[in-house]
């Protein structure tokens, strides 16, 4: 059985993230770790905040911090967050760390002993007001594809295109706001990409071939335009410095990597930080080298997938040692607002902390999953999440476990009734439910999780239908055995439902396995088709009780406070 290695695209420093951010990379990843672990899986999940470049000394700047505090107190607020949404990360770690450090630097070493980096001369903008080379993000102006006024040196926000700093029409610092800018001439380190392009192509054609469609055209889109040459170093206070012993005049100057150089390698690094924090686990290179019995899973929205499957690839191959790469990446399309653009840096949207503001965690996850933008763009809509959430949520799982155990606990007391044997109806519902589990399993065994939150609503539906046709609470009237085997079979669809629902709802799930004193504590495992056909999870005699409302609906006053409060537009 292979171990699984599983990252989220780390979320950026420069502030909260919101819901689109979430559905696009960590809580995917987090689904997929849960049902794995429940599977039986040894599962790694990684992650941390990304803290270097020039939007964390910008951020920093503004915010009257040094940029080591600024990191320093966002990374806590991030993480506290993604505790409120229930993201199991075995370790959520820091790109600062000393751990990435040194494996950065290390990398770097490794590249320039097989000729894969070389020093270049380039011209570059220097900000006179400023007195300092200006990187790319330093730098904003007008676009001249779209005509978005605050583009980055970059790549606009906007429109999403690549961009160098004297493509921007009427340029100016983002450091001062000053226009006098000049060209110069300095030094920086690039990556051959160029010289990998050949090995990259090879791999991506090898490795490629069955992730998803949006992940495996942008990463050939970026071959077939050419695999040029990129500056990893940049002019900044705050990142990885060039190491002293190979570079010495550059490290002198100052000089850190660029973000997107360190930040994938961050990956090994937090797992290192992992492996440090307790001599218990399992080393660290063991995920990572010569890991021939490790499956390794990305999870990232589509604007960081040309990094990941085209750069790190690059990086990791022109070491030439034997770094684990990715198998299976897992990308994402965007989550808009009403049709605009979830923006951390245009505050436009809902962001995570104001959703747990609201409403707990299971709400955002599920609503989150049932509708993630995997074949295309999808939109949020008050009105979709209010529809979402009261429909399937609270009318056709939180009702269900609601009014079976309120009427089993009026009519036949606080124990699992023991009622008749089953009879046909209960064979053909074991049937089903065995059917519909085999089809939410392979939905998950194939990251789509869609059709996964479909196939766990249909067993949901399931104890809906079942239930209506019995109809115990006509039953009762004149067969109170019949009446007492409909409860308890329903009773062993709330038990399996707390199990099998764990991986999107995991809050709610515990309260449903909670209502059952037999139940164990913990994670649960996973339901073989036999115990789901025979539907006999629960003795009959078990104690149980009634829990508070699973899931309250949305009400009008709700989304009209809301929609005021964020805007609908």
Known sequence: MARHLITSALPYINGIKHLGNMVGSMLPADVYSRYLRQRGHEVLYICATDEHGTPAELAAKAAGQSVEQFCAEQHDAQKAIYDGFALSFDYFGRSSSQQNREITQEFARELKANGFIEERAIRQVYSVADGRFLPDRYIEGTCPHCGYDKARGDQCENCTRLLDP????NPRSAVSGSTELEVRETTHLFLLQSKLADEVEAWIEEHGKDWPTLASSIARKWLTEGLNDRA???????????????????????????????????????????????????????????????????????????????????TQLGTRAPWKKVDYVKAFNWLNYYGGK?????KHGIF??????????????????????????????????????????????????????????????????????????????????????????????????????????????????????????????????????????????????????????????????????????????????????????????????????????????????????????
């Open 352 to 569: 995570t902390d104001a959703a747990l503001e609201l409403l707990p965690a299971d709400y955002w996850r599920y609503f989150l999953m049932a509708n993630a933008p995997e074949s295309d763009d999808t939109s949020f809509s008050w009105e979709l999440f209010a529809t979402t959430v009261n429909k399937d949520l609270a009318d056709t799982l939180g009702n269900f476990v609601n009014r079976v155990l309120s009427f089993s606990l009026k009519r036949f007391g606080d124990t699992v009734p023991a009622g008749a044997e089953p009879g046909e109806a209960e064979a053909a519902l074991g049937t089903e439910v065995a059917a519909l589990i085999a089809e939410y399993q392979a939905q998950l065994d194939s990251l789509q999780f869609r059709k996964a939150a479909q196939a766990l609503r249909a067993l949901w539906s399931a104890g809906n239908v079942y239930l209506e046709t019995k109809a115990p609470w006509l039953q009762i009237k004149t067969d109170e055995a019949g009446a007492a085997l409909t409860l308890r079979t329903a009773m062993q669809l709330i038990h399996l439902y707390g199990v099998l629902s764990a991986p999107f709802i995991p809050a709610t799930s515990a309260a449903m396995r909670a209502v059952f004193a037999s139940s164990e504590a913990g994670e649960p495992g996973w339901v073989s088709e036999e115990q789901a056909t025979a539907l006999d999870f629960v003795a009959a005699g078990t104690s149980f009780t009634v829990p508070p409302v699973l899931f309250a609906k949305i009400t009008e006053d709700d989304l009209a406070a809301w929609r005021e409060r964020f805007g609908a537009q």
């Open 232 to 314: 990893i170093t940049r002019d900044l206070d705050w990142g990885v410095p060039v190491p002293a012993d190979v570079w010495p005049e550059l490290a002198a100057q100052g000089k850190v990597f660029y973000v997107w150089f360190d930040a994938p390698i961050e990956y090994i690094g937090a797992t290192k930080e992992w492996s440090d924090a307790d001599p218990a686990r399992r080393d660290w290179k063991s995920w990572w080298y010569e890991a021939t019995d490790v499956r390794y899973t990305e999870f990232m929205a589509k604007d960081n997938v040309p990094f990941h499957t085209v750069m790190f690839p690059a």
């Open 342 to 346: 979830f923006s951390t840096s245009q």
């Open 166 to 169: 004297t493509d921007l029409i």
